[in-house]
């Protein structure tokens, strides 16, 4: 990477800087996960109506076959066995949503085997924009980013709009995630097939896949490995957290904005992440479901921690236990510290969506007491849209959901966690919005 790129000022107004603490884990090459004795795959793993089981209790069911399908005429996709075994049951199972989702549980075949089964190869190259969308929804691939939204779906753009631009976010600016920097490293060829297949699927003119311009390393694997059609470029961006919300990418990349609580093809672009292309790029040429990914196990009290290839549905019990968790209490939490949601059963799975297991030492994250306001508009200084979350947050001690919404922009605050962050007077003011954010929609949907 040149020293221009290093220094990149592409950014976005306000943001902040914590400390990153990915050195533990970004320069370990991932290792695989044994196949855990149960796996549970629950049915909503994604945006959308959960999909529907077509195997029963007693059933053997191989390592990639389909095990349930998409819900007809809904946003859904299917969910595919992670190993091969036995069906012991199908019903409700601890989440990382909270409440319990029904879900199928295998017990792994001792000779559950590594290679898993698939449809066989097929040629994007070959493929128009419906097959390719229609073969993506068979992957059962959802953004590994977190979000989960469906990847077919998000190709299908409206008639009336225009993609030019496919957006790459390889950022991972959340502390401690260091996934997204394995699989540029290591998956780099699937992803850059990955990227030719979504640039076809939505008809786009070009893709720029953004970094962070603290991963040096992989700007320069990348940069070696880009094609020579001038297709798809790289470009480093400032390294701050939230760096990889699609606004901020987008804002610090292209220097223009999605709309308000608008969509990114409304301006033209279609946001991926990188682990998403990486697996679409392995996934789709050779019909095969989603079975597993990457997630980065890291935080306190680990022997060994690393970024670990996990069958989807394999319990964090059985992670922790083989990352040689060594604590006796500890905070889980699914994803990053600043966006990631607490955990309290073991028993909890890993879905489609999970990018990371994080222990943190319960002492660690004990807050310390809230006090007042102080007035002192670091909040303001923090939040990368603009919000006012000092006086969202005393609108919310009063209650006062309903004018969250309609006068501060609540629903546009995508709980990013920077004024909480900065705050000194520790008001836990992303918790007071998220939990604003739950009344108003329970409130709409009381009212009709
Ligand atoms: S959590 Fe919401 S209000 Fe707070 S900084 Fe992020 S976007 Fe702004
Ligand atoms: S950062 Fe905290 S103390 Fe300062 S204005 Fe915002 S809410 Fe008030």
Not at 347 to 359: D, Q, S
Request: aromatic content about 4%; overall charge neutral; some cysteine.
């Amino acid at each position: 990477m040149g020293l221009l790129q290093l220094f990149s000022k592409k950014t976005f107004p306000h943001g902040i800087h914590p400390p990153e603490y990915k050195d533990e884990t970004s320069r370990k090459k991932t290792i695989r996960l044994a196949f855990a004795p149960e796996i549970v795959l629950p049915l909503s793993q994604h945006i959308g109506a959960p999909a529907i089981p077509i195997v029963h209790k007693g059933q053997f069911v191989e390592r990639g076959e389909l095990i349930a399908e998409p819900a007809e005429n809904a946003l859904s996709v299917p969910i595919h066995a992670s190993v091969s075994g036995t069906v012991k049951d199908i019903e409700l199972m601890p989440s990382a949503k909270g409440p319990k989702v029904k879900s199928i549980i295998i017990t792994t075949s001792p000779s559950s085997p590594q290679i898993p089964l698939t449809g066989g190869p097929q040629d994007y190259l070959s493929m128009d924009s419906t097959q390719i969308i229609s073969a993506v929804k068979e992957t059962g691939l959802v953004g590994l980013g977190g979000a989960g939204f469906p990847s077919y779906a998000k190709m299908m753009v409206p008639k009336e709009r225009n993609i030019h631009t496919v957006v790459i976010n390889g950022c991972e600016c959340e502390p401690f995630l260091t996934t997204d920097h394995r699989v540029m490293l290591e998956k780099v060829d699937a992803m850059m097939t990955g990227i030719n297949i979504a640039i076809k699927a939505v008809n786009a003119d070009k893709a720029i896949i953004g970094i962070e311009n603290n991963k040096r390393e992989v700007m320069d694997v990348i940069r070696d490995r880009l094609p020579d059609d001038n297709l798809i470029s790289v470009e480093a961006v400032e390294t701050k957290y939230p760096q990889g919300a699609e606004k901020m990418l987008v804002k610090s990349l292209l220097g223009v904005e999605i709309p308000s609580r608008g969509l990114p093809s409304e301006i033209g672009l279609a946001i991926f992440n990188v682990a998403t292309m990486a697996e679409m790029g392995s996934l789709l040429p050779n019909r095969q479901g989603l079975i597993e990914r990457i997630i980065t196990v890291t935080g306190d009290e680990l022997e060994r921690p690393g970024n670990y290839i996990v069958p989807i549905g394999t319990p964090l019990k059985y992670i922790l236990d083989f990352a040689g968790f060594t604590g006796a209490e500890a905070e889980l939490i699914l994803g990053g510290p600043m966006m990631g949601l607490p955990v309290s059963s073991l028993e909890t799975p890993v879905t489609k969506g999970t990018g990371a297991v994080l222990v943190l030492d319960k002492r660690a994250t004990k807050r310390d007491d809230i006090q007042p306001c102080i007035k002192c508009s670091m909040c303001l200084q923090a939040c990368p849209i603009n919000l006012n979350p000092s006086e969202l947050g005393q609108l919310a001690a009063k209650r006062r959901y309903d004018v969250m919404e309609k006068d501060y922009h609540l629903n546009d605050c995508f709980e990013c966690g920077c004024c909480s962050y900065v705050c000194p007077s520790n008001i836990p003011l992303v918790q007071y919005f998220r939990i604003a954010k739950a009344l108003n929609r329970e409130r709409h949907i009381q009212n009709g």
